[in-house]
């Protein structure tokens, strides 16, 4: 038999023979009400078929157990990764994460905050779109809620708590290796409007420099507005395979999207990246995006720790919550990425 359906707390506490205060402490915690009381409440739930309202069982709350996360690429599997982690993080501390996206749109960007804070979360964990987010919106933010920046820092907030990756050290080491393992990289970027791209950018130039390597910068100038960066990535080799360049060296591709264009490319041209003893066509990236195991040939890359800065940007954000830190002081946490050798170089 069906259970009789109960729409609302009062219609339940009739039902149960409870007051309407003591079932909204019961969906507030348990430990806040009698065992007798939890028992008669457990049984009474059991006979029918309730699902209390979520946003009303934390009105009136010191904490909502709530916190809000903005991303800024839904088709972007690195962020899916980093996502996961801060919600593995979160659920195992008893919170519930609220996802918003800025779609690489300042506006909508300060829309979600907006969004977020009008739900009253407890904090936010803001994945920045870089130096074009908007300023005002995230100082708002800052002195509304306790916030953490995750994987980019924008100069314009450098008093921002943030966890990310160290990118002197892992965009060096897959620059040390191709190095030795070959002709010196050149390095295949991008329109220089992303600040982990900027990062990524100097870093390969000053280890070029310590090698005593003179730096070569390529795909720097921006093509076509919209352009995913797997079409940079492929435009920008096309053009130079099509004139015989670079077919035989070392690239080293900002990140594992242009990496995966610049693939499509030398395919397209009948070149296959490769580990060849005696030099030829190389291509590596960075980031190990999920499908880097599964490209022909597999891409080598460097994983960044998505695992490790997902919950540390969580226990950074529940230590302000809890009031535990000197908020003048804003602390900055990189973690080491991790070489990832594969087929294609």
């Not at 965009?171 to 990524?200: H, K, Q, S, W």
């Not at 997902?310 to 804003?330: N, P, T």
Request: net charge negative; hydrophobic share 45%.
């Amino acid at each position: 038999m069906s259970k009789p359906r109960i729409n609302t707390m009062e219609e339940l506490s009739i039902a149960i023979g409870v007051s309407r205060p003591t079932l909204s402490r019961f969906f507030q915690d348990p430990k806040l009400v009698k065992a007798k009381t939890v028992a008669r409440i457990e049984a009474g739930l059991a006979r029918v078929e309730y699902v209390p309202n979520f946003f009303a069982t934390r009105l009136n709350r010191k904490s909502t157990g709530m916190i809000g996360v903005i991303i800024p690429y839904l088709n972007d599997l690195f962020f899916t990764k980093l996502l996961e982690a801060v919600e593995v993080a979160a659920m195992e501390a008893g919170l519930t994460v609220i996802t918003q996206c800025s779609h690489s749109d300042p506006v909508i960007e300060a829309r979600a905050a907006e969004t977020l804070m009008s739900m009253n979360v407890d904090g936010a964990i803001v994945a920045p779109l870089g130096d074009h987010s908007n300023e005002a919106t995230q100082l708002k933010l800052k002195s509304r809620l306790p916030f953490v920046l995750m994987d980019s820092r924008p100069k314009t907030m450098p008093n921002v708590d943030f966890v990310g990756t160290n990118h002197q050290q892992s965009t060096g080491l897959i620059t040390d290796y191709l190095c030795r393992v070959g002709e010196p990289p050149v390095f295949l970027a991008m329109p220089r409007v992303n600040f982990n791209a900027l990062e990524r950018e100097a870093a390969y130039i000053n280890r070029m420099q310590e090698h005593g390597f003179e730096p070569e910068v390529i795909g720097t100038d921006l093509i076509q507005a919209n352009w995913h960066f797997e079409d940079h990535g492929e435009a920008v080799l096309e053009a130079a395979f099509a004139q015989g360049k670079l077919i035989d060296r070392s690239i080293l591709c900002v990140n594992d999207r242009v990496a995966i264009g610049a693939i499509r490319a030398a395919a397209r041209h009948g070149l296959m990246p490769g580990r060849g003893a005696n030099g030829g066509l190389r291509i590596a990236g960075h980031d190990d995006y999920p499908l880097c195991p599964y490209l022909n040939p597999a891409l080598t890359t460097v994983a960044q720790n998505t695992g490790a800065i997902g919950r540390k940007a969580v226990s950074r954000l529940l230590q302000i919550i809890r009031g535990e830190v000197d908020e003048s002081m804003a602390e900055i946490t990189l973690f080491d990425g991790e070489l990832k050798l594969r087929e294609s170089a």
